[in-house]
C-alpha cells in the first residue's frame, strides 16, 4: 500500500480549496456583474455588446491528483458531480509543455466540466484541467509551480455566435479595456476554439486570466490572435512616456473624486435603471450645478455613473428641442451606496480621508522607515482610532467592506472538516473586527461555535451583528490584546492582522497563539503575498500603504513560514481567494519522540 506523506495530503487539500472556491465563485456571478470586475471602467456600448454576445460559462482551474480516484474524491468534497464526461486537453497541455520544457505527450492532461447553477439560475461549469502527478513523480515540480503561480485559473466567456466578425470585435473591445492576448488554441477532440487574454492589474475578481470560448474550428480567428509560431502576440505599443506619466500623476484625483461622490451622498440620490439630470441631482445634494456636472463626467470616465440622453418632457418642451442630459448609477457606482449589500462606501471614506492625507507624509517614512500616519497624528493609527469613536467605527467597517476577499474562505478544508467533527467545533477569530469574518464562517457551517477576540468597543458592534445574523447563540466573546488569545480552540483564524506589525510583534502574537492553540489545532492566516519573482501584484501597493500609515507590511511566503518557524509553528500550505489575496494553513511543529534503545 502505497503511504502518503504529509507534503502530499497538504497538497490534496490545497486543490480542494481551490475546486471549492471555483465552484463557489460560479454559484455568486453572473455575466452582467462580472465583467465590469474584470474589465474595470468598461461601461455603455462595449459593455453591452460583450454581454450581448458571449456569457458566463465557468472557471478554470487545473489540479494535481495522484489518481483518477481522488480526484472524484475532491469533486465530491466540493458538492461537484463526479459522472462528467473526461476529455483530452490539447491547449493546457500544449501551455504546459512549453512552461516547464516538457514533451506533450508526457503531459496527460484531462477535462471535467462538472455544472453548477449560478445566482441568476443559468448552467455553468468549473472547467476541470487534471494532470495526475503519484507521489514522487518527476511532474511534481510542475505541481508545485503551477498551484504557486496559478498560470491557468481562468474564467470562461462562450461566444454565442462565433462568426469571424464577431469574434473580432470581442477581442478588440477587450484590447481597448486593458486585456491582453495571451494564448489560445483549438482542441479537435471537442471541436472548440479558445483565445486567452490577461486581465488588468486592477480588477477585483480575484482571476487575472479571460477566456472566450467558440464552438467549431475557428483557427482562422486564432491566427490573428497569435503569432506565426503559436505564442501570444507582444503587448501593443505602450502610450508616450510622458502622457503615462501624466495618468499616474493623476491617481489622486481618481481617489479623491471617487470619496467625494460618497460624501456627498450621490449613490442614494441616483437610480441604476433611471437617469436623473445634473440639476435635479445638484437640488437633491445641496451641490452647485455646473461643479457636480463637471465631477459626473468625470465619474463617467471612471465606470461609476454613464450619461444618456433624456426626452424632453417638461412643460413647454418642443419636438426638436435637444435632449436633456442625465445621469445614471453603473453597478460599479452602486458599490458605494450606503445600503448596498456589499457596500464599499466606508473604504472610499477611509482612503479618501485618513489615509489619504496621511499619504501627504509618504517622504518621510521612506526616509526614516516609520508611518506617515504617526508623524502627521503624533501617534500611531491603532491609538488615534481608538480615541476618536466616529473614526474607529469607520475604520472597522472599512476593513468588513473589503471582506469581499474572505467569501471563499469558508469552504476551506480545515473549516469544511472542523464542521463535520461529531463534537461542535470552536473557531477562534483573533482581532476580528467588527465579526464580519466570523459572520461568515457561522453562517455557512451552522454546527461551529465562534469566539471572537477584540478590542472592548469593536466586540460590542460585533456582538449586534452576530446577534442580528442569527448567530449570537453560537459566539463567545472576549475583549482584551493579543496576549489575550483563548485556549482550547480547534481553528485559530489570523485575517489581515499579522501585516500590521514589524517581525518582533509578528512573532509575539503568533507565539501567544502558538500556546493558545492545543495540538489537534489549525492555525489559518489571511494576508495578501508579496510574489517571489518580484512581478505585479496588489500586495505591492499594500505594501507602500502599509509602510506610510501603519508601519507594517505585506511578506512573502517563505518570510511567513520563517515567523511561523520562530514561534513553534509549521506552514502547511497555502490557497488563494480574491484580491491577491491567500489562505496560510499552519500547525504546532511536532517534536519527535526520543529514540528508544
Not at 493546457?92 to 516538457?102: D, G, Y
Not at 428641442?321 to 453597478?331: K, N, S, V, Y
Request: aromatic share 6%; with cysteine; proline share 8%.
Amino acid at each position: 500500500m502505497t503511504t502518503m506523506t504529509l507534503h502530499d495530503e497538504t497538497m490534496l487539500l490545497d486543490d480542494t480549496a481551490r475546486l471549492c472556491a471555483a465552484a463557489a465563485f460560479v454559484r455568486a456571478h453572473d455575466s452582467a456583474s462580472l465583467l465590469p470586475l474584470l474589465l474595470p471602467g468598461i461601461e455603455g456600448p462595449d459593455l453591452r455588446a460583450l454581454a450581448g454576445h458571449c456569457h458566463f460559462a465557468h472557471a478554470g482551474i487545473l489540479v494535481f491528483p495522484p489518481d483518477e480516484a481522488t480526484l472524484r474524491a475532491r469533486l465530491t468534497d466540493c458538492g461537484l458531480a463526479t459522472d462528467t464526461p473526461v476529455h483530452p486537453s490539447v491547449v493546457v497541455r500544449e501551455r504546459l509543455a512549453r512552461r516547464h520544457r516538457f514533451a506533450p505527450a508526457d503531459l496527460d492532461v484531462r477535462i471535467l466540466r462538472p455544472q453548477v447553477y449560478g445566482a441568476d439560475g443559468e448552467r455553468r461549469a468549473v472547467e476541470v484541467f487534471a494532470l495526475t502527478v503519484p507521489p514522487h513523480s518527476r511532474l511534481e515540480p510542475v505541481a508545485a509551480a503551477e498551484r504557486a503561480d496559478g498560470h491557468e485559473a481562468h474564467l470562461g466567456f462562450e461566444v454565442d455566435h462565433p462568426d469571424p466578425l464577431v469574434l473580432r470585435g470581442l477581442c478588440a473591445i477587450l484590447v481597448r479595456h486593458g486585456a491582453r492576448p495571451d494564448g489560445g488554441g483549438y482542441n479537435p477532440h471537442e471541436n472548440g476554439t479558445v483565445l486567452y487574454f490577461t486581465t488588468p492589474a486592477e480588477g477585483v475578481s480575484g482571476y487575472r486570466r479571460l477566456e472566450l470560448y467558440a464552438h467549431g474550428d475557428r483557427r482562422d480567428s486564432l491566427a490573428a490572435h497569435l503569432d506565426p509560431d503559436g505564442h501570444p502576440h507582444p503587448r501593443p505599443a505602450e502610450r508616450p512616456p510622458a502622457e503615462t506619466l501624466l495618468h499616474l500623476l493623476t491617481g489622486a484625483w481618481t481617489t479623491q473624486a471617487l470619496a467625494s461622490f460618497a460624501r456627498l451622498g450621490l449613490p442614494e440620490a441616483m437610480d441604476t435603471r433611471t437617469a436623473r439630470p445634473a440639476a435635479d441631482l445638484a437640488r437633491l445634494t445641496g451641490t452647485h450645478p455646473r461643479g457636480l456636472a463637471t465631477l459626473l463626467r468625470y465619474l463617467e470616465m471612471l465606470g461609476a455613473v454613464t450619461r444618456e440622453d433624456r426626452a424632453d418632457d417638461r412643460p413647454g418642451g418642443h419636438p426638436g428641442d435637444q435632449p436633456e442630459e442625465g445621469f445614471r448609477l453603473t453597478a460599479l457606482g452602486a458599490l458605494l451606496r450606503a445600503d448596498a449589500p456589499a457596500s464599499m462606501r466606508p473604504l472610499a471614506l477611509m482612503y479618501g480621508g485618513p489615509f489619504y492625507r496621511s499619504f501627504g507624509e509618504l517622504d518621510h517614512a521612506v526616509r526614516t522607515g516609520r508611518p506617515g500616519f504617526d508623524h502627521l497624528h503624533g501617534e500611531n493609527h491603532f491609538d488615534h482610532f481608538a480615541r476618536d469613536p466616529e473614526l474607529a467605527d469607520l475604520f472597522d467597517r472599512s476593513m468588513a467592506a473589503s471582506a469581499r476577499m474572505f467569501q471563499p474562505l469558508p469552504a476551506h478544508p480545515v473549516l469544511a472538516a472542523a464542521a463535520q467533527a461529531a463534537a461542535p467545533a470552536t473557531v477562534v477569530d483573533v482581532a476580528g473586527g467588527n465579526g464580519e469574518l466570523l459572520r461568515q464562517l457561522l453562517t455557512a457551517h451552522p454546527g461551529l461555535r465562534g469566539v471572537l477576540l477584540e478590542r472592548p468597543h469593536a466586540v460590542a458592534t460585533a456582538r449586534r451583528l452576530l446577534d442580528a445574523a442569527g448567530c449570537g447563540a453560537r459566539c463567545a466573546y472576549r475583549a482584551g490584546d493579543f496576549a489575550d488569545v483563548p485556549a482550547g480552540g480547534d481553528v485559530y483564524v489570523l485575517a489581515r492582522v499579522l501585516h500590521d506589525w514589524d517581525d518582533e510583534r509578528c512573532r509575539e502574537i503568533l507565539g501567544h497563539c502558538a500556546r493558545a492553540m492545543p495540538d489537534h489545532a489549525d492555525l489559518l492566516i489571511v494576508e495578501r503575498l508579496l510574489p517571489a519573482d518580484g512581478s505585479p501584484s496588489p500586495a505591492t501597493a499594500w505594501d507602500l500603504h502599509m509602510l506610510c500609515n501603519v508601519g507594517g507590511r505585506e511578506r512573502r511566503e517563505d518570510h511567513y513560514a520563517r515567523l511561523l518557524a520562530d514561534a513553534g509553528l509549521t506552514l502547511h500550505g497555502r490557497t488563494p481567494l480574491p484580491l491577491g489575496a491567500h489562505v496560510l494553513h499552519a500547525r504546532k511543529t511536532r517534536v519527535p519522540e526520543p529514540a528508544h534503545a
